[in-house]
């Protein structure tokens, strides 16, 4: 039974008053005054979690480990993101794309993309910008999502500027309705029992990997990707659908 729901939440600015992180908060907070269950949430961003460039060694798909570890906080986020039920990515808009701070975050993370390391994880995308390239961002995000095998429930998209500008325009108050919606969708998870449904893409990944690492299962003792799959039992299914109405089951309120 669940009677708390934790939420990880990054978004990938480093300004002090971003206006994705101000999103976030509202979301979260609207989460909270809709569901019955307890509400925790951890926020971080490029103002206050230092993450080093990826370098490119691979140890993290062969060894598990990433070398990097000892030198910045992405031991701490992961490890949140472990207990997280929820998790929330958001990122401005950087021509068309990410944020370099929040890119430094998805590659050093990459090797989760493997195995679907954040399966049974409900996730959340914030996009914003001061005028378009939106759907870049979140279309990226989300697919990062899908490949660590967290279920989208939600995508918000919106035009900020700065923080002036999202006060003046009532920016915040006209997204509640979609705020809500996502809210009532977490809310049916965990209360009422509704088993959240995969995408295409999380379907065909999964059975990509599956004939994979069954086929690499010699190598389970050298390659912790292999490792990781097989221990995680997800070759008993068939389909990604039967892993999450399998971890969902039991999650009921």
Not at 136 to 159: C, P, Q, R
């Amino acid at each position: 039974m669940k009677n708390i729901i934790k939420i990880f939440v990054y978004t990938g600015s480093c300004n002090k008053h971003s206006t994705t992180a101000i999103l976030a908060e509202r979301l979260v907070k609207t989460i909270q005054e809709t569901t019955k269950l307890r509400v925790s949430a951890d926020y971080f961003s490029g103002s206050n979690a230092h993450i080093e460039e990826c370098v490119g060694c691979t140890q993290c798909f062969m060894k598990g480990k990433c070398t990097l570890d000892v030198r910045d906080d992405l031991p701490v986020l992961r490890k949140k993101m472990m207990e997280a039920d929820c998790i929330i990515l958001g990122s401005p808009v950087y021509f068309h794309s990410v944020s370099g701070n929040m890119k430094k975050y998805m590659d050093r993370l990459s090797y989760w993309t493997h195995v679907m390391e954040l399966t049974g994880k409900l996730g959340v995308v914030i996009s914003t910008s001061g005028g378009n390239g939106m759907r870049f961002v979140s279309d990226y995000l989300k697919k990062f999502m899908d490949y660590l095998g967290i279920i989208n429930v939600g995508v918000v998209e919106a035009v900020t500027y700065n923080e002036d500008y999202l006060k003046s325009q009532g920016v915040v108050e006209k997204l509640q309705p979609e705020f809500l919606s996502i809210a009532e969708k977490i809310r049916g998870i965990y209360e009422e029992g509704v088993i959240p449904e995969p995408d295409d893409l999380q379907r065909a990944v999964f059975k990509m990997n599956n004939s994979r690492y069954k086929e690499m299962e010699k190598y389970r003792e050298d390659i912790a990707e292999v490792r990781n799959w097989l221990d995680k039992g997800f070759t008993d299914f068939e389909s990604y659908d039967e892993v999450i109405a399998d971890l969902f089951k039991e999650d009921v309120c």
